[in-house]
């Protein structure tokens, strides 16, 4: 049995992987997959393939190719979500900011420095044409550190996935004052270079046991009805998301390779732009 360790953040678009642990799919193809959550996203998993902890993670697009550009021996092997991510932009429940614009000049809560909420703090700055090198961030590990730090004014807002944290909307602790979805397919799955020297076979079946979970997920009998048991959403919350989401079985292509560098170049995140082969990897 080949083991891989693949780590992900505890949220719905990773339903796929768990179901086909559970279904026992990956063991057909006599694969060990080993999950590791990462409450922190993609900072903490981007340290986790540094430090070898994880083999694999599925992981924010923009935030694997900004720590690729600054040194993680990790390859991107396939898109996984090709839709966008749509950022909430919150508050806290009690605070006195009532737009987004309201927030300008603000600190941002992020879960720490390279993760997507801090990288997404610059696209919804370069989006409202504030004066991103002036941003201010305080950093909170994980989702349960925004609510602390917002509560506590020491940070004004929060961007997170915006159904994920729609229960703490609904119960009053955080105020959805906008949204900022990605201009990219949000997920991909990225491996540690020397996993795909020594294990290739092993990572090319894991990626047939996913895709083939994601291709039927939609179709599983009431998995609306699992989704939002499992992630504790609302059932009308769970279908408006099944809606404008899109799993896929492609390469992340050169053009949108080219998109999230221009971006992250244009707002001094990363030092230069790299060739899409130093980038992902053709299995």
């Not at 063991?27 to 540094?50: C, F, K, Q, V």
């Not at 925004?146 to 940070?155: Q, R």
């Not at 599983?220 to 939002?228: T, Y």
């Not at 390469?251 to 170049?265: D, N």
């Amino acid at each position: 049995m080949r083991t891989l360790r693949v780590g992900g953040v505890p949220e719905h678009f990773n339903l796929p992987w768990h179901l086909a642990i559970e279904d026992g799919d990956f063991e057909y193809d006599h694969l060990n997959i080993e999950w590791h959550s990462y409450p922190g996203g993609t900072g903490a998993m981007n340290a986790a393939l540094r430090n070898k902890q994880i083999d694999v993670a599925i992981i924010l697009t923009e935030g694997i190719i900004k720590d690729i550009i600054a040194g993680n021996p990790s390859k991107i092997v396939q898109t996984y979500v090709h839709s966008p991510l749509i950022w909430g932009i919150h508050v806290d429940a009690n605070s006195p900011y009532k737009s987004v614009e309201d927030l300008k000049n603000t600190k941002a809560a992020i879960s720490r420095m390279g993760s997507g909420s801090h990288l997404m703090a610059y696209i919804n700055a370069e989006k409202l044409q504030w004066d991103t090198k002036s941003l201010d961030f305080e950093i909170v590990g994980d989702i349960n550190g925004a609510v602390k730090a917002l509560s506590e004014d020491k940070a004004q807002y929060f961007m997170w996935e915006r159904f994920t944290t729609k229960p703490l909307v609904d119960k009053g602790i955080f105020r959805s004052v906008g949204e900022c979805p990605t201009p990219w397919p949000c997920f991909v799955i990225a491996v540690r270079e020397d996993v795909l020297e020594n294990q290739k076979d092993a990572v090319r079946e894991m990626l047939k046991v996913i895709n083939t979970k994601t291709i039927s997920f939609k179709e599983i009998p009431e998995i609306e009805s699992l989704l939002a048991r499992r992630y504790d959403q609302k059932l009308e919350d769970i279908k408006e998301w099944l809606d404008i989401t899109s799993w896929s079985e492609s390469p992340l292509t050169s053009e949108e390779i080219e998109k999230v560098q221009t971006h992250l170049l244009s707002l001094n995140l990363i030092p230069e732009k790299l060739a899409a082969s130093k980038l992902i990897y053709n299995l």
